[in-house]
């Protein structure tokens, strides 16, 4: 048994098949085949099992990938004894809500990216929910979301900053649909949302029952950008964090309705096991972001 059996297996499981998993190491199928054989002979159970037409990952396989991790980890904190002039490499995986990756992150991508070039990164978009599962399995070395439902003790937290979310429509929106104020409403607009489990689109919709307010369709998108054009457009409102929106707000290309009764905040954080080994990329990564958050709060 050696670490390229494991690895070979762990991206099989990854991937979903044999192909996308040699192609991603570098080997020819019949090599990563014999690699799995070998790991079998070792392990003394199988690994995969055919479904239909399918090889999927038997129950008692799963059990190893953790320790596959763990393995991995060790490895890389050994490369990087009596590093300190070394260059900065491995990988670093992180998932991150939309909003953030798209109008927080770019320039903490930017310059991370600049300052480590060999570092292997790889950002999953998520919504909060599913980074959060992500952390919890330790599936991914850092989630970066807004806070929904508290971790547990096994989980570092560090909280970066809390924004504002409003609702926002087009100019042309009609003033006698801007009340959301009143109770029991039959609203005819749409309500267009980037995820409908995203933690300020619950918010708006948790507000909207309270008030007993009917809107007309919901629309999903899964796209910021496109959230915003179609406002613009007056094809619906959207409940959306003030960042995104600022730079069409201070032109007059899209507009917040006032409601007294929805005042809400978002706070970002950062999230990781805490029996997780902070790399020299990982750490370097949090401390880019740390900085860029200080200067922005400034």
């Known amino acids: 048994m050696d670490i390229h059996q494991l690895r070979s297996f762990k991206t099989i499981v990854e991937k979903g098949n044999f192909q996308d998993a040699a192609k991603e190491l570098n080997y020819s199928l019949s ?3 014999y690699q799995i054989q070998q790991l079998e002979n070792e392990v003394k159970f199988p690994l995969f ?3 239909g037409r399918r090889m999927l990952p038997t129950a008692q396989s799963l059990k190893l990938i953790p320790h596959i991790k763990k393995i991995e980890e060790e490895i890389e904190q050994i490369k990087q004894l009596n590093s300190k002039d070394r260059k900065i490499e491995g990988n670093l995986n992180i998932s991150v809500s939309d909003s953030l990756l798209t109008y927080i992150l770019q320039p903490v991508l930017k310059q991370f990216i600049e300052t480590a070039p060999d570092v292997k990164l790889k950002l999953k978009v998520r919504n909060c929910y599913e980074v959060q599962k992500e952390i919890i399995r330790n599936d991914i070395d850092l989630g970066i979301h807004y806070q929904v439902h508290g971790y547990d003790d096994q989980i570092k937290v560090t909280e970066l900053s809390s924004f504002t979310v ?3 429509v ?5 003033d006698r649909e801007k009340n959301f104020d009143k109770k029991d409403q039959i609203k005819a607009c749409s309500v267009i949302n980037n ?4 933690v300020y689109q619950q918010y708006f919709e948790e507000y909207l029952k309270k008030k007993n307010i009917r809107t007309g369709q919901n629309i999903e998108l899964w796209s910021i ?4 054009k179609s406002v613009m457009n007056n094809l619906g409102i959207a409940c959306l964090p003030h960042f995104v929106v600022e730079e069409e707000i201070q032109k007059g290309e899209i507009a917040e309705i006032t409601i007294k009764g929805f ?3 978002i706070t970002m954080i950062t999230a990781h096991h805490s029996n997780k080994w902070i790399s020299p990329a990982m750490e370097l990564f949090l401390k880019i972001l740390n900085q860029q958050m200080t200067d922005t709060s400034e």
């Open 31 to 33: 090599a990563i085949s």
């Open 49 to 51: 099992e055919k479904i």
């Open 166 to 168: 409003g609702v926002m």
């Open 170 to 174: 087009s100019p042309e929106f009609l």
């Open 195 to 198: 995820d409908p489990n995203g």
């Open 225 to 228: 950008e496109a959230i915003k």
């Open 263 to 265: 005042q809400r905040t």
